[in-house]
């Protein structure tokens, strides 16, 4: 069993920065590819980011393309999201996820297997 907690969250104004962080326990933590998921008020959960087991490979959704950047540091089982000119539609909570299958498309929820309780981020103007 693996357990996820998202640090980072808070009040920020448009235009300013946040790095959410998610630490995992586990020894396999290396081997699983991870992903950060976020829930606007009122809206479907929706995928955010995501890496692969290397940290190497990345996607994104395109609403946070060239502003956010998905991070991973195996030796502290550890997965960050760096939120730059951040905009009032990036509020939401946030959740981390985990897979320790192969995944065909890590933008389905359906392809995680464990998750975080989330962090709420806020963005004012």
């Known amino acids: 069993q693996v357990q996820l907690v998202e640090l980072g969250g808070g009040l920020v104004q448009a235009g300013g920065s946040l790095r959410l962080s998610c630490s995992a326990s586990?020894?396999?933590?290396?081997?699983?590819?991870l992903a950060w998921f976020r829930r606007a008020p009122g809206k479907e959960r929706e995928f955010v980011a995501a890496t692969g087991w290397s940290g190497g490979a990345t996607d994104y959704v395109d609403s946070v393309k060239g502003r956010f950047t998905i991070s991973r540091d195996n030796g502290k089982n550890t997965v960050y999201l760096q939120m730059n000119s951040l905009k009032l539609e990036d509020t939401a909570v946030y959740y981390c996820?985990?897979?320790?299958?192969?995944?065909?498309?890590?933008?389905?929820?359906?392809?995680?297997?464990?998750w975080g309780r989330g962090t709420q981020v806020a963005v004012s103007s």
């Open positions: 996820a985990a897979s320790r299958r192969a995944i065909a498309d890590p933008r389905t929820r359906l392809s995680y297997d464990y």
């Open positions: 586990g020894r396999t933590f290396s081997s699983y590819a």
